[in-house]
């Protein structure tokens, strides 16, 4: 699949927003990719999974477990496993906790795995994923994204792949253009913003 032919999923889905947005790290921006909008198509979501892990197999070689953050990250990880033949595990927060791997899930020794998430725009949720998974056996030998939005700069801590890297402008809430001020923002995502 082509950038263009994923990025025309996203358009032709109405999951590329312009407005206002607050995202997970903070930030804000006039773009948002509205990932549960292409996740509550199945065939969709298949055809840009089955993409994604092609691109895994290529970096990574042999992946028995993806393991992805919740919540973004659940419907991606488990249709690219469907196409790795691996299994899908998540880690998820408490309210305004760290992530954290439960409901019995592990990576066990000798297991090789990759993060998968939806989206990458500063990398943090992935690191913080990275983070609580540091006294697992196994070993996660890379992360993969539908779209990396960072330009390129998202911080990891492992390789990162993905089926597109755009540059998408973000802004500090102290540092907002004029244009993106006037407009009321709007947060889409699960993380907790905390209290100012
Ligand atoms: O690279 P980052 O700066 O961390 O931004 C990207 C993250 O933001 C979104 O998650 P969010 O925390 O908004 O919650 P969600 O997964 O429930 O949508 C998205 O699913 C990624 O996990
Ligand atoms: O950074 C984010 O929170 C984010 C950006 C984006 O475009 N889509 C998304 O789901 N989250
Ligand atoms: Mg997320």
Redo the contacts with the bound molecule.
């Keep these: 699949m082509t950038p263009e032919e994923v990025l025309e999923e996203f358009r032709s889905a109405g999951a590329l927003l312009q407005g206002h947005f607050i ?3 903070g930030l804000r921006s006039p773009t948002f990719l509205q ?1 549960m909008t292409i996740f509550s198509d199945p065939a969709r979501t298949e055809r840009l999974c089955r993409a994604l892990a092609d691109v895994v197999t290529k970096q990574f070689g042999r992946i028995d477990i993806v393991v992805s ?5 659940i419907i991606p990880g488990y249709e690219t496993a469907r196409h790795l033949g691996a299994r899908a595990i998540f880690v998820e927060r408490d309210p305004g906790g760290p992530f954290t791997l439960r409901r019995g899930f592990s990576i066990p020794a000798g297991a090789r795995a990759v993060i998968v ?10 690191r913080e994923c990275l983070a609580s998974l540091k006294d697992e056996a196994g070993e996660v030998v890379g992360a993969a994204c539908l779209i990396d939005r960072s330009g390129g700069r ?1 911080e990891i801590g492992l390789p990162l792949v993905s089926l597109v890297t755009l540059d998408i402008p973000t802004y500090a809430p102290d540092a907002l253009p004029p244009d993106l001020a006037a407009i009321p923002a709007v947060k ?4 907790a913003i905390p209290a100012p």
């Design positions: 995202l997970s790290s990932k953050p919740a919540i973004g990250g998430e939806d989206i990458v725009t500063t990398g943090l949720s992935a998202g889409p995502g699960s993380r």
